[in-house]
């Protein structure tokens, strides 16, 4: 049956393969580049200035980043995979009402399905990982100079992350074939399935699988502080801090009771730093003119004196815990789907 399995998949996993082949080659081809690059990066940030330093970090950052898509079809790999290897692989039986005959065989459904789920399975895992080591290696200079980890888009292209989200999906297009009975419907919801759990993932658990770090910073310039005008509306908005690639799950500015600024405290602190054209939208940093920076930075001194940023971060040295554990999540929610499947398959399909 193993074979069998094999045999009726082979198409597949070789088409795979040679894609990986030709990922790999670019990836290796421009990968050394990229690492000559960087060390020459190292290099130049012994002697250089502040502006020099910066163009040496653009350089570098700016270059191949045509390759650095590639990191971004790794994203969706784990869902293309769900729809063209998961989905049809028990909805395509049924549809053609093929499983009769398989399953009236001397292999039982059970082991039928269980060999199916088993090779093809792997197979999804061991692409999805391929893929991922490549992508860590060759993106591993950027991430050294960037350090930002936990941030979404690279976290989910780094690691053993990739290995869960495929098995899910893989396990997923299954059981929504099962269901459906159908391969074009089970696709469907293969992928609005697997999207939207993802995006449940990241946005609401991811940041709270951790407690995160609070820290408190002093208001400064150096947090790119703004005024926001929008209509009768005044806030201040400010970028974010270097916190060393830490991954920031929250920012505000409060004073010691918790509070917010109003906005009306923000107009008397900031006087005459506010009056720029009405017509102007959005964030205004004012830099132009020593009035304007004598008036801005006073503005930063009157709100300082009474409010400070907290920040709540991941530390980019969770890195590690979070892949642990949202492998461990999805690959879990493989394992129950797969249960089902086959429990559904026992049970409920003549």
């Known amino acids: 049956m193993t074979w069998l399995a094999w045999r009726q998949f082979r198409p597949q996993a070789i088409a795979s393969a040679v894609l990986l082949a030709a990922v790999a080659a670019v990836l290796l081809i421009t990968g050394v580049h990229l690492e000559h690059l960087y060390t020459t990066y190292k290099t130049d940030i012994r002697t250089c200035n502040a502006i020099s330093c910066e163009g040496a970090r653009a350089k570098l950052l700016d270059t191949?980043?045509?390759?650095?898509?590639?990191?971004?079809?790794?994203?969706?790999?784990?869902?293309?995979?769900?729809?063209?290897?998961?989905?049809?692989?028990?909805?395509?039986?049924?549809?053609?009402?093929?499983?009769?005959?398989?399953?009236?065989?001397?292999?039982?459904?059970?082991?039928?399905?269980?060999?199916?789920?088993?090779?093809?399975?792997?197979?999804?895992?061991?692409?999805?990982?391929?893929?991922?080591?490549?992508?860590?290696?060759?993106?591993?200079?950027?991430?050294?100079?960037?350090?930002?980890?936990?941030?979404?888009?690279?976290?989910?292209?780094?690691?053993?992350?990739?290995?869960?989200?495929?098995?899910?999906?893989?396990?997923?297009?299954?059981?929504?074939?099962?269901?459906?009975?159908?391969?074009?419907?089970a696709m469907m919801a293969t992928l609005v399935g697997f999207i939207t759990t993802r995006m449940l993932t990241q946005y609401l658990l991811r940041p709270h699988l951790f407690a995160p770090v609070r820290k408190v910073l002093a208001i400064s310039p150096d947090l790119g502080v703004g005024i926001q005008r929008v209509r009768d509306s005044v806030k201040l908005d400010f970028g974010h801090p270097n916190l060393h690639g830490g991954w920031i799950t929250g920012q505000s500015l409060v004073d010691a009771q918790g509070h917010p600024p109003t906005a009306a405290f923000i107009r008397t602190a900031c006087g005459s730093a506010l009056r720029v054209p009405p017509s102007q939208p959005g964030s205004v940093r004012v830099h132009a003119g020593r009035a304007a920076r004598d008036a801005f930075s006073g503005c930063l001194q009157n709100i300082g004196a009474k409010y400070h940023v907290v920040v709540s971060y991941q530390p980019n040295s969770r890195f590690w815990e979070f892949q642990w554990a949202e492998t461990g999540l999805f690959v879990g929610l493989a394992v129950l789907l797969a249960l089902s499947c086959v429990g559904l398959v026992r049970r409920r399909l003549a």
């Open 64 to 185: 191949y980043q045509h390759v650095r898509l590639l990191g971004s079809l790794l994203i969706g790999l784990p869902a293309v995979l769900g729809l063209f290897w998961g989905a049809p692989l028990v909805a395509r039986e049924l549809e053609h009402s093929t499983h009769r005959l398989a399953w009236t065989q001397s292999v039982t459904r059970t082991r039928w399905l269980a060999v199916k789920l088993a090779v093809v399975g792997l197979a999804s895992a061991v692409t999805a990982g391929l893929f991922s080591l490549a992508i860590s290696w060759w993106a591993m200079p950027y991430d050294q100079v960037n350090a930002n980890h936990l941030s979404p888009p690279i976290f989910d292209q780094r690691g053993i992350v990739p290995i869960g989200y495929a098995l899910f999906a893989f396990a997923l297009g299954v059981t929504a074939g099962i269901v459906m009975k159908r391969t074009l419907p």
